[in-house]
C-alpha cells in the first residue's frame, strides 16, 4: 500500500482501539457486540459491552458512521491498545 492510500484511509475512517480501563486491568472480555458490519452509528450509541473481573460496562462510540470492521468477536479478550473497531466515517 503506497502513501497516499494510507492518508486516504487514514481520513475516511477511525480505528477504535481497546481503552485503558483503570490502572491494573490489562485485558478485558468484549462480551456482547450491539452492532453489526455495515450498521449505521451515531455518536453516543453503545456498540458493544466489555466486562471485566467486577463490572459490565457498555462502549460507547464516539463518531458517527458505519461499523466496517470487528477487531474481536463476542466473548474474546482484547488487550489495551487493540484494534477493537473500524467505524466508516460520513
Do not use: F, Q
Request: proline content about 1%; some cysteine.
Amino acid at each position: 500500500m503506497d502513501a497516499k492510500t494510507i492518508v486516504l484511509l487514514a481520513s475516511i475512517t477511525e480505528v477504535i482501539r481497546m481503552p485503558r480501563l483503570s490502572e491494573r486491568l490489562n485485558v478485558v472480555t468484549l462480551s456482547r457486540w450491539h452492532k453489526n458490519i455495515g450498521d449505521y452509528i451515531e455518536r453516543g450509541d453503545s456498540i458493544a459491552e466489555l466486562e471485566t473481573d467486577n463490572r459490565v460496562m457498555e462502549l460507547e462510540c464516539y463518531n458517527t458512521g458505519v461499523l466496517l470492521y470487528k477487531g474481536v468477536e463476542n466473548e474474546e479478550a482484547l488487550r489495551v491498545g487493540e484494534i477493537l473497531a473500524v467505524i466508516g466515517k460520513y
